[in-house]
């Protein structure tokens, strides 16, 4: 039987971004959020072929931290920020 949150390595990743804000869904949930006033930068690096990590800086100091297990869901929303910010 298989688990019902099983993660599957495609993904429908698209952007729900605004004039002011990031949005990002993944299968058409809400991934990550933020406004585009308070990104200050972010850093991306992979552990291994299945580990893949992003943070993104935003303003007072808050870190968005993302973790995902394939090239092509971390490839995709990093395109998609950079797009947009």
Not at 13 to 25: P, R, Y
Not at 50 to 63: C, Q
Request: some cysteine.
């Amino acid at each position: 039987m298989k688990h019902k949150l099983e993660h599957s390595l495609k993904a429908n990743v698209t952007d729900d971004s605004g004039a002011t804000e990031v949005c990002i869904l993944i299968n058409g949930i809400p991934h990550i959020k933020f406004t585009k006033e308070h990104y200050r930068g972010l850093q991306a690096w992979y552990i291994s072929k299945v580990d893949f990590k992003i943070e993104i800086y935003l303003t007072d100091g808050v870190i968005i931290k993302a973790e995902y297990n394939s090239l092509q869901k971390w490839e995709s929303v990093l395109k998609l920020i950079n797009q947009q910010v």
